[in-house]
């Protein structure tokens, strides 16, 4: 058997680690629940639970009708939302809770209409 010469120099081979460069330790592991948290928050803030109702108000030959009162009414709680047709006989009542409306719409020289959403 042949040993190498001795030349003072030693060599000791450490007991291999736990951690590896791709584990990113306690701290890092901080970091990545704290990015994880945050991600989630902003994903949640975009959730809405109020609603809209949209529509366009015409006459019975399928034009619209501009200026026309819109009244939704929510019928579980009686809160009443007013809008106006715009131009293009649109109209809409941002904000709604969710639950069972009325909508009436009056303009001078057409008879009123109602509809329960």
């Known amino acids: 058997m042949v040993t190498p010469p ?3 120099l030693t060599a000791k081979f450490l007991a291999p680690s736990r951690r590896t460069w791709d584990s990113p330790g306690s701290k890092g592991l901080l970091n990545v629940r704290i990015l ?3 991600l989630l928050a ?3 803030y975009g959730q809405e639970y109020r609603g809209n109702i949209n529509g366009r108000v015409t006459d019975p030959s399928g034009a619209t009708i501009a200026g026309a009162k819109v009244h939704v ?3 579980e709680t009686g809160v009443a939302v007013d ?3 715009n131009n293009e006989g649109n ?3 941002p904000f709604l809770l ?3 409306y009325s909508i009436s719409v009056e303009h001078p020289g057409f ?3 109602a509809k329960l959403a």
């Open 83 to 85: 809008a106006s047709t």
């Open 111 to 113: 008879k009123s209409a």
């Open 98 to 100: 969710p639950g069972n």
């Open 6 to 8: 001795n030349n003072g």
């Open 91 to 93: 109209y809409q009542a």
């Open 36 to 38: 994880f948290v945050l």
């Open 42 to 44: 902003a994903a949640l």
């Open 73 to 75: 009414k929510n019928l």
